[in-house]
């Protein structure tokens, strides 16, 4: 299967910006697309955005439409994840996903990355 390694988290103040990575390793020549989820406390695990990996189509969630933008790079077997004007609303873990399949579940998930966005 596909291992997930998400990095780049951290504290910031309302307005800032921050951008994760994720790394993939294993069978990545097996992953159709990647995706990033995020989870605050006491609430269900959201999804945030998907890329394609072939075609490189990518979705995002009204919530972070025009504020975050995902990319990939496939000869590094990374997903990134640019977040700009950030809000205290987006504090939560950010968690990578990947699957072999163009639609459905995902198979592989990171272990998460804590985002925090202060006032």
């Known amino acids: 299967q596909v291992q997930l390694v998400e990095s780049g988290g951290g504290l910031v103040q309302a307005g800032a910006s921050l951008r994760l990575s994720c790394a993939a390793s294993?069978?990545?020549?097996?992953?159709?697309?990647m995706a990033w989820y995020r989870q605050a406390p006491g609430k269900e695990r959201d999804f945030v955005s998907v890329i394609r990996w072939s075609g490189g189509l990518t979705y995002y969630a009204p919530s972070v439409k025009g504020r975050f933008t995902i990319s990939g790079d496939n000869a590094k077997n990374t997903v990134y994840l640019q977040m700009n004007s950030l809000k205290p609303e987006d504090t939560a873990v950010y968690y990578c996903?990947?699957?072999?399949?163009?639609?459905?579940?995902?198979?592989?998930w990171g272990q998460g990355t804590q985002v925090t966005v202060s006032s």
């Open positions: 996903a990947a699957s072999a399949e163009p639609h459905g579940g995902y198979e592989s």
């Open positions: 294993g069978r990545t020549f097996s992953i159709a697309r």
